[in-house]
Structure formats: structure tokens, C-alpha cells
């Protein structure tokens, strides 16, 4: 064994105003160093039942129960779809983004009848299109939409949408991915019957856990199935088992992930949910600020913007990944490229949970300020951090 | 929200002798504070390439390709298994555990023909069972064993299923959650088209992981399939997109937990494969000499006895639970009750990775002597220490 080929990890800290991840909270680090104990012991349990319980209220549900998948944000949506959907079952899905692609693609190959209900990019979709689409089927299983598209920054209303299922006697299900913990989700009073997230998003954590909510409805559903779901990992009646009550053995979940997601949660509920939420409008307002000042455009929609994700288009002539590379040698920031038809025409600039931060975007954009000019765009000097710290004194 | 409800995490520290997750190393720890950094970036791409050639030392191959999936063990046999096989296929699958039957059960769920080859708990299949079974079938797609059987204490020999399967043209799959990095495992030269594992065990990272290799042969079956797996996340032919070469997205993959792996597998290499192996058995053997030396048995066939996982029967009249709750109360320790046909009847003694050493299972031989009376079964103090301090001084 060579041993030098292996050399001690030696990584750059990075300012993370990428899709994701995002960057993680001290505290949340100090939790990952408590030492592992087994999943079947009872002092392990405060760690579960505090999970959930932050969890609801984060969720803000009474009704659903509440529990992370042990794998990242992707499977939590497999899962859920997994769960609920039985071959032949029929599930109407929102398209609007590369998300919303992935989790067609996700219940088809579950050999779910997929029905996607085709929209803009960077634009809501229209419930008035769902709703066409509804009524053209006797009977659907499932509605399913992407609360937070990250590949194209948009916010898509829900409740018009969970609505629309309840009336054709579907479940209602949401791809939360990048929405927890930065913008509002209201579970219950939006009639959801299964959401899930990513930790390493809005909630500040390293990834690895997909935290979700299941309607006492989705519980009836999973547990009414005339087959079990294809997949045993993603089972998530039988993962209900484990965090409610029995503590049955099903897998082992991964215990210093747990331990960063409950440090995660505590800081996000001492935060408190709405400052959290304006703490993320307010800097994402004056990122938009700053950009444009710069002259360049925000792509996505103004009525239905992410606070979490900023799409801006790369100006004409100005190379993409020589721009992403400069910023993260010179100045230690990341960002992320556009998606599917978005890709070399977007950049993503995420502002999430610790990231959502003043001093980031405020670097970000006179680092901006510098490339750009040299890269052939021809940005006045000073204007994007001026608009973005006059939009940030703005109470 | 009530803030105290959530106090910060406050857990004891344990002697992990259960059968995982185990004693994580420090400089596991120390690793995972190492910045989270995004998955697309160069300077990550290091972490990456060096599990997957550390890897490749640990499974000793030098054709197969070596990765870790974003899960845990149990993740990563379905992950093959799903990767692997179409519905219809025929599976044949070696059923000596409780770990055997999960994989016949999560081959089924994928709409397998699963034909299980039945042999005794805590005896090693035997391979002419498997011969027999094989020449029933025209075609079978994949034979699948469990290398070390956690639940059973029993390590299989691998290498006459391995041929066999190839006299079948089928595909060779195994469960090495246990025994990866504690005792050999021979990729190229067993012929495993798949193997997975698990961070937890003699890894000794936290769990959230699963260590995995694939054959040229599996790759190019997963390439030919006539339809995509029932499983997005899971799907290994995208997955090694991301591992080899292209890097193209797939998921965000557990930042921190890679970091760890990353640390746990150095550890592994600078000790050495060989020397990790032998202290594993000479552990082993020690352990078992303390504990038939206190009147207790072993009850795993002793020509296979797993050095990670002992099963020791519990001695008439001696209650499971207080005995297990006492050992983790007054003495920080944990080891791990019995599963499916053997719950209640037997315990696991598991010493694995960091845990592995002279020192834990002293104080645990030491502990028993202490209860084990007091719970009505009398051991003559003083001998379970006595034969295992002298097993661990011979050469």
C-alpha cells in the first residue's frame, strides 16, 4: 500500500451559494462529533422522537407523522411515490422543471400510469391546465408537484393543487427538496399527504437525510396495498415503524447525520420560522437587487420567485464554467449551472438556511463586479453592492 | 416553541459491541468536520477517487468498479439486487439467516422468481444443496449468498457458489455488509459480480453508506437490460456515471459521511489488510475462550465462525433484556439481542473495527462474571478473563 497516494483530506472551505449543498452551521458539526450509539438503545431514542417532533413543527402538522428517510433528498421523493403508488395506479404529475422530470421518470418506472401536466420552465404551472387533465380521468391515485423547482427558481402554489386531488379522491404529494426550513409549508392546512426534504438544503446540514411527512391518508394507503412497494429500503411503513413506537429493527440509520438534523432543527426553530422565512425573502430580495443593478435578468417569474434560488442568464459571450471556476479560485464561492434545457444558458445562485447570509451576497455580487468586465460584460463598477445594501437597509 | 424540549445532545459514550454501527475511530470524528463543499466541484473529486481505489484495495480487485452508494448496508444488497435483476428473472439464494431471507424478500418484492436454498441457522449452506438446486433450472440470472451472516455468526465460504453460478451463466452477488475490512474478501479472484457493504461495521465510520463493487459482467448486464430498474435513486448504472469519470448528477451524496469513509478507509489500508484481519480472529478467539471458560456456548458451527459477530446462547433462566440493559447501564457497553428464530434465545457479541481490541472484551468477560450470577446463572469468577487473557498471550 502506497500510502502517500492517500494524503489526509485537505479541503477548501467554500461560501456555498450553490443549489446545495449548503453551509453548515458550527454547532451542526459539534453535534456530529457526539459519539455513535446504536439505533436499539433506549438512550438513543430522544434523538428520534426529537427529530420528529421539531420535525411537525417545522412541518407545521399535528395530523401527519413525521421522520427522516436515511438516504438524501431524491429517495425521500422515490420513496414516497414508492409507497404510495402500485403498478397501473395512475398519478398526475406537474411539469415545469427538471424536478418535476426526475419524479415523472421516478413513478414511471415504478410502472405507474404517468400523466405529466406540462408548464413553462421558470414559470408556475397554471391550475386551470390541472385541472383539464383531471377531469379527463375516472380514476387517479396520486397528484404530485414540486413545491420548490431549483432548476428554474420558482415557488408553485400548492393549495389550489391539493384541492383539485381531494376532489378526485387523490393523494396529494410534494417534492419539498429545497423549500424546508426557508419558506413556508403548511401540511396541514394545505391538505398534504406526503412531502419530503433534503437536510443539506434550507435546514443547514451535511446531505444524507430526507426529513418527511405522511397523512394519516398516505398511512391508510401504504398499509391498504394489494403488493408490497418494489423496493424494501424505501418501505416507508415499514420505516413508520421504526420512528413511531415499536422501535421495530428495520435498517440502521445513520446516527451522526441524525445528530446533525436534530442540532439543525433546534438552531432553525430558535431562529423561529417566520424570521427565518423573511431572513430568506429579505436576502434573495437583495440579491435580485444587486444583479440587475448589473444589468443582468432573473429569469424566473417575478410573482413566484424562490427566496432560495436565484436563476440568472449568462450573458451573451460570457464563457459559463470559466466564470463558476474563477469565482470559486478567487474568491471561494460556489455557485451552481443551469439544468436540462436551462444548461450553459442559467446560473443558479442559492442563498439557503446558514448561506442566506448578507456579507455572502454582498461578496458575491463584487465578485461579480470584477469578473464580469474582464469576461466581456460590461457591469458598472459599484452598482450591483450599492442596490443590494440599499435593498438591505430597506425595513 | 419551547425551547427546553429539545436540550442539546447529551448522549453516553459506549463500548460498541453489538452488531453496529461500532466504535467510530477519532479520526473518523475529525474528518467529518472537514468543510462540506459541493459535489461538482473540483476540489471534491479527490474524496471521490480515493474511496473508490482504497476500495478497490479492501475488496482486492483490480476489475471491478468500486463505489458507495448514498445509503446504508441494507441499501446497497438492493441496490444489486434491483440493479441486477428484471421481473421474471429466475435468483437463487443461499437461506442460512435472518439476513439471507431479507434478501430473498427484497428480490421478490422487485418481481423476482426467487428460489431460496434452505440450510440451518449458525451452520455454513451447504454447497451441494446449491448444486442440486441449480440443476433444477434452465436459466437462472443471478446466485446470491451472504458472506457473513450477522444474525447467525456464520461466515460462507463463497468460493464453489461463485462457481457454480458461472456454470450457470449467472451472475454472482453477495452480502459482505459484515465482513468487509475485517476479514478477506477476494473480488477478482472469488469471481463476485457484485458485493456490497455497509460504513458501520469494520469500517468503523458511522453508518450512512454502502461500500460497494461491480463487475465488468454486472455492469454490461445492467447496460443490457430490456427495461430501466423500478428504483431512480438506487440505479447503479447511474450511479457509476457519477464514480467514473463523467460526474454527471445524479443525487447530492452524503458530503460528510464520504469525508468519513474517506478517513476509516486509510485507517484500514495503514494497518494493513492481513494484520486487520489477524487481530480480528485473535479477538475472536479470545472472546470465545472467556466465554466457554465462564460454562456459556457458542453456538455457531465452529469450522465458520465469523471473528466479527459471536452468538452465544443465553443460559436457561437468565432474562435477555436486563442482562443486555444492565451490561449498557453500569458498564457502557452494548451488545445485541437475537433475531427472527433466534430472538430471546441467543446474544451477539460483535467486535468489530475500532472495537475489536483486548481491552473491550476483557471488560466485558469481566462484566458478565459479575452479573451473570447475580441473574442466577453461576460463573466461576474470574475464568471467563483468566482463558482469554491467556488465548490473547499466545502467539
Chains 1, 2 share one sequence.
Not at 132 to 142: A, R, T, Y
Not at 204 to 227: D, E, I, Q, V
Not at 259 to 277: D, K, Q, S, T, W
Request: net charge negative; proline share 6%.
Amino acid at each position: 500500500m502506497a500510502r502517500h497516494e492517500y494524503p489526509e483530506l485537505n479541503l477548501p472551505a467554500r461560501v456555498l451559494l450553490s443549489t446545495g449543498p449548503t453551509n453548515v452551521h458550527p454547532r451542526v458539526y459539534k453535534a456530529m462529533q457526539t459519539p455513535v450509539i446504536g439505533y436499539a438503545e433506549a438512550a438513543f431514542f430522544p434523538v428520534i422522537d426529537g427529530i420528529s417532533s421539531m420535525l411537525a413543527e417545522v412541518f407545521q402538522t399535528r395530523e401527519s407523522r413525521t421522520m427522516a428517510l436515511s438516504a438524501t433528498g431524491s429517495a425521500g421523493v422515490e420513496a414516497g411515490l414508492a409507497s404510495l403508488l402500485e403498478p397501473g395506479d395512475t398519478a398526475v404529475i406537474g411539469s415545469y422543471g427538471f424536478f418535476c422530470e426526475r419524479m415523472a421518470e421516478t413513478a414511471r418506472r415504478l410502472g405507474a400510469n404517468v400523466v405529466t401536466v406540462k408548464g413553462e420552465w421558470a414559470r408556475p404551472l397554471d391550475p386551470q391546465a390541472l385541472a383539464d387533465e383531471l377531469k379527463k380521468h375516472k380514476s387517479v391515485k396520486l397528484v404530485a408537484m414540486v413545491h420548490a423547482e431549483t432548476s428554474t427558481g420558482i415557488s408553485q402554489p400548492l393549495e389550489d393543487a391539493s384541492r383539485m386531488a381531494k376532489e378526485h379522491d387523490a393523494l396529494f404529494l410534494v417534492d419539498a427538496v429545497t423549500s424546508l426550513g426557508g419558506s413556508e409549508i403548511a401540511v396541514d392546512r394545505w391538505g398534504i399527504d406526503y412531502i419530503s426534504s433534503g437536510s443539506q438544503k434550507c435546514l443547514s446540514c451535511p446531505p444524507g437525510l430526507a426529513p418527511l411527512a405522511l397523512s394519516p391518508k398516505a398511512l391508510n394507503a401504504m398499509n391498504g396495498r394489494s403488493s408490497p412497494p418494489a423496493t424494501f429500503y424505501m418501505d416507508l411503513s415499514l420505516i413508520a415503524n421504526y420512528w413511531g413506537g415499536d422501535r421495530a429493527y428495520h435498517h440502521t440509520p445513520p446516527t451522526s447525520s441524525l445528530y446533525a438534523l436534530y442540532e439543525g432543527l433546534r438552531i432553525v426553530l430558535e431562529e423561529g420560522l417566520e424570521p427565518r422565512f423573511a431572513r430568506h425573502r429579505r436576502n434573495a430580495a437583495a440579491l435580485r437587487a444587486g444583479l440587475e443593478a448589473l444589468g443582468l435578468t432573473v429569469i424566473s417569474h417575478k410573482d413566484h420567485r424562490l427566496p432560495q434560488i436565484t436563476p440568472v442568464a449568462i450573458p451573451d459571450g460570457v464563457d459559463d464554467a470559466r466564470v463558476r471556476a474563477r469565482l470559486a479560485a478567487d474568491y471561494g464561492i460556489e455557485i451552481s449551472r443551469g439544468l436540462g434545457q436551462f444548461a450553459g444558458k442559467i446560473w443558479r445562485i442559492g442563498l439557503m438556511g446558514e448561506a442566506s447570509a448578507a456579507g455572502n451576497l454582498l461578496l458575491f455580487l463584487s465578485a461579480l463586479e470584477e469578473i464580469l468586465p474582464q469576461e466581456g460584460f460590461e457591469a458598472p463598477a459599484g452598482a450591483g453592492v450599492a442596490a443590494a445594501s440599499k435593498a438591505l437597509a430597506t425595513p
